[in-house]
């Protein structure tokens, strides 16, 4: 599925040994280089840091590791070959297999026993030998059968996210289902209804539709194409991103509010505040508010009106404004009089309510100003998702509504300043430098050739990078040139601005997948194409795919951050493969995880499994399950649809093959679990286990006793019912109860038949 570059960067550890250095070295970098390989400079005579790097791989049982390097190594550095193996996100060090000290003279070839190593470098005294040496300039991986991905830098590439589609039929993430964002439409007009153009729903329907009809390179008027082509770009096919956004099924959330005070603010949290507060059904979708107000408004000269110029004034008197709006200006003085007033700030004006004039001191009296006009300059603006705030609310403001014209052609211009605003939601920047109070913060990297994500596709190579484009005004018509950087992007600011570039495209279903816009994306999104896991991956960031997940034979899929299924979604670990659960995973809306014969399902201590909404685990016959013995991971079984299904001949423990022996629960039958869901087992056997809570057992036969196992391995030992404790015993057939059975006083002991 993926190519087989290590990308490591989460693994890497940095242990601090041997003797302190007096002087660390004050340049020091580390940069991934191809496959597992990095680099270390210093400058003039500053110390490497005393430092070890390492790296975890994980090979399969008795296959070879081959290390090479590119350069000799200072004498005293050396490199170690540990078995070992991940446990909630670190390495854990098991025996040297070998200590090599004369690394770069030759190849390294290592057989690891258990199939997980840990490669060390220890830079030994790291004194750099001249400036700009470099000192470690790779230690790579040639070969290797299976290994642990640092997935950050894979899944954070724009490219394995472009939807290609049928152009691209063997890479599911870039054949996405298309993705319908669900938003609500907020109209604040005065007191009495007026103030906003926006009286009904007609015109607003249709400024989504024209929205629509950009996202599926469709539009109403212009070419989906690019003013200004970049050679060799492969575009979307038919110019659709693939993204789509909704009203509802009739177009039913569009709200209108009569509210003096919010029809003069422009700001967004004044908006939120008061829905959720009042009308909080309607607060959980993408709000987009359309309102009278101004952002950032500017007073200028011209917009002040001296209607007194008073008398008796020997110098300039002080000019103030309420609120201040960061509003700035100095009085003129002629004979005695207020003649003007110079502003020499514009401020920065959040209402349409024009600020206060007032006029004191400069010895006179009598001289009066008022403010005619707000100049706006931002006609709407919105924000951009975060990685580490999911519970983000988004949203779009739609400035000066009492001033805008509702005829075709203009609500189609309102469809594209729209569709704009919704790509800085999806995390587009501007393709323009940076003007007035608009920034990119760290959406600009895109703009820098050496960083991640660099929009190639618009900016081209980075030998003739045209960073940054112009912005020329509202009005520029971007087609006259195709070389004066001035563009018909969606993002590149001109009344023309329709299209959306692949890797743009690739950005926007990333951050769907990977940020604080995804939480509204329709529920039932769905692809039919799963991801295929073939080489082991840590996801050690929250994640949400709108696909199935498969992981195939030889890999292992640790799931060390929170992780969102899709509608009707599933996991499937395949025979020779195993999931490991470290964080948070919730099954809802027929969420499945199945593990097939072979297979191996881990709850990693700390771990949180929560089921509901008709999900279910299933252990098929042969599979593994691990459950921490010290009850240090918890089980959810919210609803009383949710299941752990245990088929016949399930087995107990961890494929050794994969991961290390764990300490796993003999009976995970009886894993303490809360809510109204149940385990399921063809049969149930209950040995060598006290209780003393709730327990609840479902099984098509049940077997207590002291010896009731059939195998020899697990410990025999009495099963006893401690005062307070109450176990339900469910069975389609029958229960058989041996020798080594106690209830004691107190406790409760049921058996029913299994539904």
């Known amino acids: 599925m993926k190519n087989n570059l290590l990308y490591l960067a989460a693994t890497i550890l940095l242990l601090i040994v041997g003797i302190p250095k007096t002087q660390a070295c004050a340049n020091y970098q580390y940069t991934l280089l191809n496959g597992l390989s990095g680099e270390l400079e210093c400058t003039g005579e500053e110390y490497l840091p005393n430092e070890v790097k390492a790296w975890f791989i994980n090979t399969g049982a008795n296959h070879t590791v081959h290390l090479t390097c590119d350069i000799e190594l200072h004498p ?13 996100g670190n ?39 001249y400036e700009n040496y470099h000192f470690f300039h790779g230690v790579r991986v040639n070969y290797i059968d299976r290994f642990v991905k640092s997935v950050n830098e894979y899944y954070n590439n724009l490219n394995i996210w472009i939807p290609y589609c049928n152009l691209t039929p063997n890479e599911p993430l870039k054949n996405s289902p298309i993705k319908t964002i669900e938003v609500s439409f907020h109209v604040f007009q005065d007191d009495n209804g007026g103030n906003n153009v926006f009286t009904d729903t007609v015109k607003l329907k249709t400024i989504l539709d024209n929205v629509n009809l950009i996202f599926a390179g469709n539009p109403l008027h212009g070419s989906p194409g690019p003013s200004d082509p970049v050679p060799g770009v492969v575009e979307l096919p038919g110019y659709d991103t693939r993204i789509r956004f909704t009203l509802g099924d009739n177009n039913e959330r569009i709200y209108f509010y009569r509210n003096d005070t919010l029809n003069k603010s422009g700001t967004s949290d004044s908006f939120y505040d008061y829905i959720s507060v009042n009308y909080p059904e309607r607060a959980d979708k993408l709000n987009v508010y359309f309102t009278a107000s101004y952002k950032d408004g500017k007073i200028m000269d011209e917009n002040i009106e001296i209607t007194n110029s008073g008398a008796g004034y020997t110098s300039a008197p002080k000019i103030s404004f309420e609120p201040e709006w960061r509003v700035e200006g100095s009085a003129i003085v002629v004979g005695g009089k207020v003649t003007g007033i110079d502003i020499t700030n514009p401020g920065k004006v959040n209402t349409v309510v024009p600020p206060i004039v007032t006029i004191t001191g400069g010895g006179g009296f009598g001289a009066a100003a008022m403010i005619t006009k707000v100049e706006s300059s931002v006609g709407a603006y919105a924000n951009f998702p975060q990685e580490d705030d999911l519970a983000l609310k988004h949203f779009v403001v739609i400035l000066q509504c009492a001033d805008q014209q509702t005829t075709d052609s203009d609500i189609w211009i309102l469809g594209k300043a729209l569709a704009h605003e919704l790509g800085h939601n999806l995390g587009l920047a501007h393709t323009f430098e940076p003007f007035g109070n608009v920034g990119c913060s760290d959406y600009c990297a895109y703009r820098n050739c050496d960083k991640e994500g660099y929009l190639a596709d618009i900016f081209g190579d980075c030998e003739h990078s045209t960073v940054p484009h112009l912005h020329a005004g509202w009005s520029n018509d971007p087609y006259s040139s195709t070389n004066d950087l001035k563009t018909n992007n969606l993002m590149g600011g001109s009344n023309q601005a329709i299209y959306i570039s692949p890797m743009q495209a690739g950005q926007m279903h990333r951050e769907l997948a990977t940020k604080s816009i995804r939480k509204y994306v329709k529920k039932e999104t769905y692809s039919p194409i799963p991801l295929v896991i073939d080489s082991s991956e840590i996801w050690a960031f929250n994640l949400k795919l709108y696909r199935d997940v498969e992981v195939a034979t030889g890999a292992v899929l640790t799931l060390a951050d929170d992780f969102d299924f899709p509608y009707n979604g599933k996991i499937t670990v395949k025979s020779g493969a195993a999931l490991v659960i470290e964080k948070n995973v919730k099954l809802t809306d027929n969420n499945t995880i199945i593990v097939e014969d072979g297979g191996t399902l881990r709850f990693a201590p700390g771990s ?17 399950f691990c459950v921490p013995s010290n009850n240090s991971a918890i089980v959810k079984l919210v609803d009383a649809n949710s299941q752990i299904k245990l088929m016949l001949g399930y087995r107990r423990g961890v494929n050794t093959s994969l991961l290390p022996s764990s300490d796993c629960s003999t009976s995970p039958i009886g ?43 697990p410990t025999k030992g009495n099963v006893i019912l401690e005062p307070g404790s109450n176990v339900t015993v469910k069975a389609t057939d029958d229960v058989y109860i041996k020798n080594g059975f106690e209830v004691k006083k107190g406790a409760t002991f049921t058996t029913i038949p299994a539904e």
Do not use: M, W
Request: aromatic share 10%; net charge negative.
């Open 91 to 129: 390495v854990i060090l098991g025996s040297e297999v070998r200590t090599i000290t004369d690394f770069c003279n030759d190849e390294i070839e290592t057989t690891v026993a258990n199939g997980c190593c840990v490669v060390i470098f220890d830079p030994g005294d790291g004194q750099c030998l």
């Open 76 to 88: 005293s550095s050396s490199v170690y070959i540990y078995n070992g193996y991940l446990s909630n």
């Open 608 to 624: 949180t499994i929560e089921v509901s909404g008709n999900g279910y685990i299933e252990l098929q016959s042969g599979s593994y």
């Open 671 to 713: 894993y303490p679990v809360t809510g109204s869901g149940k385990i399921v087992e063809s049969d149930v056997y209950l040995q060598n286990r006290t209780f003393t809570t709730t327990n609840s057992f479902v099984g098509q036969n049940v077997h207590i006793g002291y010896d009731v196992i059939p195998s020899s391995s």
